[in-house]
């Protein structure tokens, strides 16, 4: 268990690890291999949904790379859409077509393949909608906006025999995929705990004395979608709403689903945990976000143990202790597991490093970038052989779901002043962890006697995916109430 001597090695595998790295003459990312160069036969027309942040991410790949080329760009907003045209006019020589109706997109038979980077209240509807469509999806992360959503993209793609990858793209990064492979052959032993972080600072999205107006040219409806037409209560439109749990997912569902879905991985489970608990609340400013921006969540699979810490606020270094050559840093995301005969840090997208219970380094990974997951999918495409994805929809669903599951114990949390939280049910590992959370939130200056959202221990059946027991409140929040006309249902 975590005594003070497992803190100072919790941290020290850490700070090995980052020194290796930064040592390390695999530093740099491995060169990407140019595609073959397709025939005009083998060309993927694609449609891009979605043209923000991570949208322009999806039209820079699927933009003349790896046998695909751009037909049209759709976004609820018109202004975001044109001005992210003139780069797929610019390398194709033709202007995309601009639709802001996601439905008008499905109708359109020359696509073969649709991207979406919406907001994650429209991931499933609009993956699935696709599917109907006889289209193939790459969706961005979190799969899904709730654990029903989940199970019914798996049967529509199924169903219609289409390829579904979900956008967490570590699991096409060599570095990340060789670390996984590393562990999963027994190199360090049976693996006891996995351990992930989201140290991500973000300051306060402010807060609105009254709603605000839709953007111009904004089709409202649309963006809403399978969600209530809520007053806008934010300054940001385009971003802040993953800090609201009608349209997303907090941390959790935005940076965090990323970890979550490698410390799975490493663990090797394909199936939800037996049970969930989690604290954690909004702390350092008040502003209009809802999602907590410092959580910690505890997942237990029976012989062996998930746990997650979201820190919002500054935090120099994770772990209290002796870092070695310097601090960690107030960004740290990544994983550690923990193994009878070492231990694996990954403290990136594509790079591990292994540590011999001594802690010295015994072998480093690295290599891939985003473009590899990219590449994977329209792979898959070709072979049509939904087992070649590296993030097929159903692993894309149980790691979104440990995040939604974790949101609904904190959700469901009663009220308890941070002084008076001390252990957390079922492990003393994550006891220290919450001792660990309190310092870090104190030396924030928060103040102890504020108020945090202390969760139940929730039991879930693995098989049928809901929480046992009397929790029917909690199985209500395993799904939502769709709007008329947007509803996402088994009956796919």
Same mark, same amino acid.
């Given at each position: 268990?975590?005594?003070?001597?497992?803190?100072?090695?919790?941290?020290?595998?850490?700070?090995?690890?980052?020194?290796?790295?930064?040592?390390?003459?695999?530093?740099?990312?491995?060169?990407?291999?140019?595609?073959?160069?397709?025939?005009?036969?083998?060309?993927?027309?694609?449609?891009?949904?979605?043209?923000?942040?991570?949208?322009?991410?999806?039209?820079?790949?699927?933009?003349?790379?790896?046998?695909?080329?751009?037909?049209?760009?759709?976004?609820?907003?018109?202004?975001?859409?044109?001005?992210?045209?003139?780069?797929?006019?610019?390398?194709?020589?033709?202007?995309?077509?601009?639709?802001?109706?996601?439905?008008?997109?499905?109708?359109? =038979?020359?696509?073969?393949?649709?991207?979406?980077?919406?907001?994650?209240?429209?991931?499933?509807?609009?993956?699935? #909608?696709?599917?109907?469509?006889?289209?193939?999806?790459?969706?961005?992360?979190?799969?899904?906006?709730?654990?029903?959503?989940?199970?019914?993209?798996?049967?529509?793609?199924?169903?219609?025999?289409?390829?579904?990858?979900?956008?967490?793209?570590?699991?096409?990064?060599?570095?990340?995929?060789?670390?996984?492979?590393?562990?999963?052959?027994?190199?360090? !032993?049976?693996?006891?705990?996995?351990?992930?972080?989201?140290?991500?600072?973000?300051?306060?999205?402010?807060?609105?004395?009254?709603?605000?107006?839709?953007? @111009?040219?904004?089709?409202?409806?649309?963006?809403?979608?399978?969600?209530?037409?809520?007053?806008? $209560?934010?300054?940001?439109?385009?971003? +802040? #709403?993953?800090?609201?749990?009608?349209?997303?997912?907090?941390?959790?569902?935005?940076?965090?689903?990323?970890?979550?879905?490698?410390?799975? #991985?490493?663990?090797?489970? =394909?199936? $939800?945990?037996?049970?969930?608990?989690?604290? !954690?609340?909004?702390?350092?400013?008040?502003?209009?976000?809802?999602?907590?921006?410092?959580?910690?969540?505890?997942?237990?699979?029976?012989?062996?143990?998930?746990?997650?810490?979201?820190?919002?606020?500054?935090?120099?270094?994770?772990?209290?202790?002796?870092?070695?050559?310097?601090?960690?840093?107030?960004?740290?995301?990544?994983?550690?597991?923990? !193994?009878? =005969?070492?231990?694996?840090?990954?403290?990136?997208?594509?790079?591990?490093?292994?540590?011999?219970?001594?802690?010295?380094?015994?072998?480093?990974?690295?290599?891939?970038?985003?473009?590899?997951?990219?590449?994977?999918?329209?792979?898959?495409?070709?072979?049509?052989?939904?087992?070649?994805?590296?993030? +097929?929809?159903?692993?894309?669903?149980?790691?979104?779901?440990?995040?939604?599951?974790?949101?609904?114990?904190?959700?469901?949390?009663?009220?308890?002043?941070?002084?008076?939280? =001390?252990?957390?049910?079922?492990?003393?590992?994550?006891?220290?962890?919450?001792?660990?959370?309190?310092?870090?939130?104190?030396?924030?200056?928060?103040?102890?006697?504020?108020?945090?959202?202390?969760?139940?221990?929730?039991?879930?059946?693995?098989?049928?995916?809901?929480?046992?027991?009397?929790?029917? @409140?909690?199985?209500?929040?395993?799904?939502?109430?769709?709007?008329?006309?947007?509803?996402?249902?088994?009956?796919?």
């Amino acid at each position: 268990m975590f005594d003070r001597r497992s803190f100072i090695t919790h941290s020290a595998a850490i700070a090995a690890a980052m020194a290796a790295l930064r040592d390390s003459p695999l530093r740099a990312q491995e060169p990407k291999k140019p595609d073959k160069t397709p025939s005009l036969a083998d060309t993927v027309r694609v449609a891009v949904i979605g043209t923000g942040g991570r949208g322009g991410s999806h039209i820079g790949q699927f933009n003349g790379n790896h046998g695909c080329e751009i037909l049209t760009l759709c976004d609820v907003d018109p202004g975001r859409a044109a001005s992210s045209a003139k780069s797929v006019e610019k390398k194709r020589g033709i202007a995309p077509t601009l639709v802001q109706d996601m439905r008008k997109v499905l109708d359109d =038979k020359s696509i073969d393949v649709v991207s979406f980077a919406t907001p994650n209240h429209w991931h499933a509807l609009g993956a699935i #909608w696709a599917m109907q469509a006889g289209k193939h999806v790459y969706v961005e992360k979190p799969a899904t906006h709730n654990v029903f959503e989940g199970r019914a993209m798996i049967a529509a793609a199924r169903k219609y025999k289409r390829m579904c990858q979900v956008g967490t793209q570590s699991r096409s990064n060599s570095g990340m995929m060789q670390s996984v492979k590393y562990m999963h052959e027994g190199n360090i !032993g049976k693996i006891r705990q996995a351990y992930a972080t989201c140290y991500k600072r973000r300051g306060s999205i402010g807060k609105v004395k009254a709603a605000q107006p839709v953007p @111009k040219g904004v089709d409202y409806d649309l963006w809403c979608g399978p969600a209530r037409m809520l007053p806008i $209560m934010r300054e940001k439109f385009h971003y +802040d #709403w993953h800090w609201f749990y009608e349209f997303g997912n907090g941390d959790l569902g935005n940076q965090g689903v990323h970890e979550m879905d490698k410390a799975r #991985w490493g663990l090797n489970k =394909k199936e $939800m945990p037996k049970s969930v608990v989690s604290v !954690g609340g909004r702390f350092g400013y008040i502003d209009d976000g809802e999602t907590a921006n410092t959580q910690l969540c505890v997942f237990d699979y029976g012989d062996s143990e998930l746990v997650f810490e979201v820190r919002g606020l500054a935090s120099d270094s994770p772990f209290p202790g002796k870092l070695g050559e310097g601090k960690v840093g107030s960004n740290f995301v990544g994983n550690i597991w923990y !193994g009878e =005969k070492g231990t694996v840090v990954c403290p990136s997208y594509n790079k591990g490093v292994v540590l011999a219970p001594d802690l010295s380094v015994v072998k480093e990974f690295s290599g891939g970038n985003d473009a590899d997951h990219f590449k994977n999918f329209i792979d898959a495409i070709r072979s049509g052989k939904h087992t070649d994805l590296h993030c +097929d929809v159903e692993e894309g669903h149980l790691s979104a779901a440990l995040c939604h599951l974790a949101n609904i114990s904190v959700q469901l949390g009663k009220k308890t002043p941070l002084a008076e939280v =001390k252990e957390m049910a079922g492990s003393k590992d994550a006891t220290e962890s919450l001792k660990r959370m309190i310092a870090h939130l104190k030396s924030n200056n928060v103040n102890l006697k504020e108020e945090c959202l202390f969760g139940p221990l929730l039991n879930i059946d693995t098989k049928t995916e809901r929480f046992t027991g009397s929790n029917d @409140k909690a199985n209500a929040m395993l799904t939502r109430e769709y709007r008329k006309g947007f509803e996402v249902s088994m009956n796919v």
